[in-house]
T-cell receptor
Framework: QKEVEQDPGPLSVPEGAIVSLNCTYS??????FMWYRQYSRKGPELLMY????GNKEDGRFTAQVDKSSKYISLFIRDSQPSDSATYLC?????????????FGKGTTLSVSS | GAVVSQHPSRVICKSGTSVKIECRSL??????MFWYRQFPKQSLMLMAT?????????EQGVEKDKFLINHASLTLSTLTVTSAHPEDSSFYIC???????????FGEGSWLTVV
């Protein structure tokens, strides 16, 4: 079983829709959870960073972590065509410099106008 | 703006030659830098972790003599692909971890094509 599972999609939604992206993981020691957005042929861009369980909101984006279920989500409200990208979840056991992130495969999202 | 700069963004080289990719942290000291490789429609695969002033730690299956990593300063790490072959063609991405809350930031990536 892979450490981090993420449905690669593709996921297609109309503009304005609410998007839900999810990852599951098996390592209960993970405490730090991140979502990255990657446009085609570009490096990943950090979107959200959360520690332990709970919700974190930033504009149209909400990150949710449920450690009991080993499940994390990213919600995008009022989705825009510019949100079309691949979204990667990532996680680590510590926040210490030098700790590598474990990535999901990424979910490709397409928002049509 | 970008906090990690990667250069070149795209390079084409002949089979058998070596190629160097640079990764620079801007405005912060990167105690640790990571090198990833990404094939089309695949996730990022960690190749190696480099700490300033010490040897890189390579992931299992990554040839250290083929992928030379140097982290000579707190703002610069380089990846040299030696004796490149067409199967080395890929998207190489670096990331840097420093003292901005230990958040990891990525470079823009470098597309390597070996012909």
């Amino acid at each position: 079983q892979k450490e981090v599972e993420q449905d690669p999609g593709p996921l297609s939604v109309p503009e304005g829709a609410i998007v839900s992206l999810n990852c599951t993981y098996s390592n209960s020691a993970f405490q730090y959870f991140m979502w990255y957005r990657q446009y085609s042929r570009k490096g990943p861009e950090l979107l959200m960073y959360t520690y332990s369980s709970g919700n974190k909101e930033d504009g149209r984006f909400t990150a949710q972590v449920d450690k009991s279920s080993k499940y994390i989500s990213l919600f995008i409200r009022d989705s825009q065509p510019s949100d079309s990208a691949t979204y990667l979840c990532a996680m680590s056991e510590t926040s210490q410099a030098g700790t590598a992130l474990i990535f999901g495969k990424g979910t490709t999202l397409s928002v049509s106008s | 703006g970008a906090v990690v700069s990667q250069h070149p963004s795209r390079v084409i080289c002949k089979s058998g030659t070596s190629v160097k990719i640079e990764c620079r942290s801007l405005d912060f000291q990167a105690t640790t830098m990571f090198w990833y490789r990404q094939f089309p429609k695949q996730s990022l695969m960690l190749m190696a972790t480099s700490n300033e002033g010490s040897k890189a730690t390579y992931e299992q299956g990554v040839e250290k003599d083929k992928f030379l990593i140097n982290h000579a300063s707190l703002t610069l790490s380089t990846l040299t692909v030696t004796s490149a072959h067409p199967e080395d063609s890929s998207f190489y991405i670096c990331s840097a971890s420093g003292r901005i809350g230990n958040t990891i930031y990525f470079g823009e990536g470098s597309w390597l094509t070996v012909v």
